[in-house]
T-cell receptor, first 114, second 113 residues
C-alpha cells in the first residue's frame, strides 16, 4: 500500500519555466491538498480539492494552478516559476467521512527555482 | 478566523529528560486537534489527535497531549525523550464545518546526548 506518492522528489527550474507536480493516492480519499513548507512558516495551504473535478484556493494560491481530473490524482502546476516558489511541496489526502479523519502526507517535492 | 500558535521554534533537551511542546489555537467553533512529526527529509506523520472525550490523548512513541479548552491549548509531552525523537513537530487544527487543516509554524526538537 503506497499511500500518498509525490513525483518528482527533487527538481531545479530556471525562472520562467513551467512544471507539474503529481500527487497520487491509492486510499480512495475524497479530499486532497497541496501545501508548501518554508522555514519558520510551517505549512501553508496552496489549493485543495473536495472531490474529482473540483478545486478551491487556499491561503497562497497565486502563481499555481491545480487539476483533479481523476479521484486518485491531484496535480499542481507552476506556469512561470519564480525564485519565491523555491520551497518543499507536500501533498496530503484524507477521507470525507466525518470531520475527524487525519490527513496522510506524501514525502515531499523539493523545488529550487534559480 | 482560526489560527495555531506554536510558541517555541526550537527546543533543545537532553536525552531522557522530559519535554513539553506548546500549542495554542484560536477558533470560535468546535475543533479537532492534531500533532504531526516530521523527521528529516520526510513527510509528516500523525502522532496523535484529539476529537472528543478524554482530554488526555496518548499517541505513538510515548507522546501524549492534553486538550485544555479554557486555555485553548493542546500541549505535547513526553516524560523521557530519546535521540530518535529529534524532529520537527507540528500542531494542526481542523475546524468543524471546513475542509482545511491549519498548521502551526512548527517546533524543532533537538535531543542532546
Amino acid at each position: 500500500n503506497a499511500g500518498v506518492t509525490q513525483t518528482p522528489k527533487f527538481r531545479v527550474l530556471k525562472t520562467g519555466q513551467s512544471m507539474t507536480l503529481l500527487c497520487a493516492q491509492d486510499m480512495n480519499h475524497e479530499y486532497m491538498y497541496w501545501y508548501r513548507q518554508d522555514p519558520g512558516m510551517g505549512l501553508r495551504l496552496i489549493h485543495y480539492s473536495v472531490g474529482e473535478g473540483t478545486t478551491a484556493k487556499g491561503e497562497v494560491p497565486d502563481g499555481y494552478n491545480v487539476s483533479r481530473l481523476k479521484k486518485q490524482n491531484f496535480l499542481l502546476g507552476l506556469e512561470s516559476a519564480a525564485p519565491s516558489q523555491t520551497s518543499v511541496y507536500f501533498c496530503a489526502s484524507r477521507l470525507r467521512t466525518g470531520w475527524n479523519t487525519e490527513a496522510f502526507f506524501g514525502q515531499g517535492t523539493r523545488l529550487t527555482v534559480v | 478566523a482560526q489560527s495555531v500558535t506554536q510558541l517555541d521554534s526550537q527546543v533543545p533537551v537532553f536525552e531522557e529528560a522530559p519535554v513539553e511542546l506548546r500549542c495554542n489555537y484560536s477558533s470560535s467553533v468546535s475543533v479537532y486537534l492534531f500533532w504531526y512529526v516530521q523527521y528529516p527529509n520526510q513527510g509528516l506523520q500523525l502522532l496523535l489527535k484529539y476529537l472528543s472525550g478524554s482530554t488526555l490523548v496518548k499517541g505513538i512513541n510515548g507522546f501524549e497531549a492534553e486538550f485544555n479548552k479554557s486555555q485553548t491549548s493542546f500541549h505535547l509531552r513526553k516524560p523521557s525523550v530519546h535521540i530518535s525523537d529529534t524532529a520537527e513537530y507540528f500542531c494542526a487544527v481542523h475546524t468543524s464545518g471546513t475542509y482545511k487543516y491549519i498548521f502551526g509554524t512548527g517546533t524543532r526538537l533537538k535531543v542532546l546526548a
